[in-house]
């Protein structure tokens, strides 16, 4: 586990204030919740664009689940993109690095409720290992990790 927190220290969070501290908690918990089975079946289990599990990108990158996680940027999203409808808060393209934090809204959000705050980094961490969207849906990604991760 001591490897897990050497990994987080090292997070790349370009973010201020209360978010950044919301982001940082949540990421841990992330990496934590990594560790269980269940939870990292999920790599095995979702596919990416090509069919192939997103356990192959971690192999492909020679990383665990957890320095994926760690290796992750955090930045602050473009406040037009963030009000646009009342529901994103982080969001990121298949196969990208960069996860896009609304700011505000993650802050207020999950700065007390980090469990939600971490199955919402385990949802994005999914789309950077490739796994797209619509199919499945956000709803039906989300309620996957909230299964699986959400204990």
Not at 27 to 44: E, P, Q
Not at 81 to 105: H, K, M, N, Q
Not at 115 to 138: C, K
């Given at each position: 586990?001591?490897?897990i927190?050497?990994?987080?220290?090292?997070?790349?969070?370009?973010?201020?204030?209360?978010?950044?501290m919301?982001?940082?908690?949540a990421?841990?918990?992330?990496a934590?919740?990594?560790d269980?089975?269940?939870?990292?079946?999920?790599?095995?289990?979702?596919?990416?664009?090509?069919?192939?599990?997103?356990?192959?990108?971690?192999?492909a990158?020679?990383?665990?689940?957890?320095?994926?996680?760690?290796?992750?940027?955090?930045?602050?999203?473009?406040?037009?993109r963030?009000?646009?409808d009342?529901a994103?808060?982080?969001?990121?393209?298949p196969?990208?690095?960069v996860?896009?934090i609304?700011?505000?809204?993650?802050?207020s959000?999950?700065?007390?409720k980090?469990?939600?705050?971490?199955?919402?980094?385990?949802?994005?961490?999914?789309?950077?290992?490739?796994?797209?969207e619509?199919?499945?849906?956000?709803d039906?990604?989300s309620?996957?990790?909230r299964?699986?991760c959400?204990?």
């Amino acid at each position: 586990m001591s490897g897990i927190w050497l990994l987080v220290a090292q997070l790349h969070l370009f973010l201020d204030g209360k978010a950044r501290m919301a982001v940082a908690a949540a990421v841990k918990g992330a990496a934590l919740r990594l560790d269980d089975d269940r939870c990292r079946s999920l790599l095995a289990d979702l596919r990416d664009g090509d069919g192939r599990p997103l356990t192959a990108a971690l192999d492909a990158a020679a990383q665990s689940p957890a320095e994926h996680l760690a290796a992750l940027y955090f930045v602050a999203a473009d406040e037009r993109r963030c009000r646009a409808d009342e529901a994103t808060t982080a969001f990121t393209v298949p196969g990208s690095r960069v996860v896009y934090i609304c700011t505000d809204r993650f802050a207020s959000r999950f700065a007390l409720k980090t469990r939600d705050g971490e199955l919402l980094i385990l949802h994005e961490l999914l789309h950077t290992l490739g796994l797209g969207e619509n199919p499945p849906s956000t709803d039906a990604i989300s309620d996957i990790v909230r299964e699986r991760c959400g204990r």
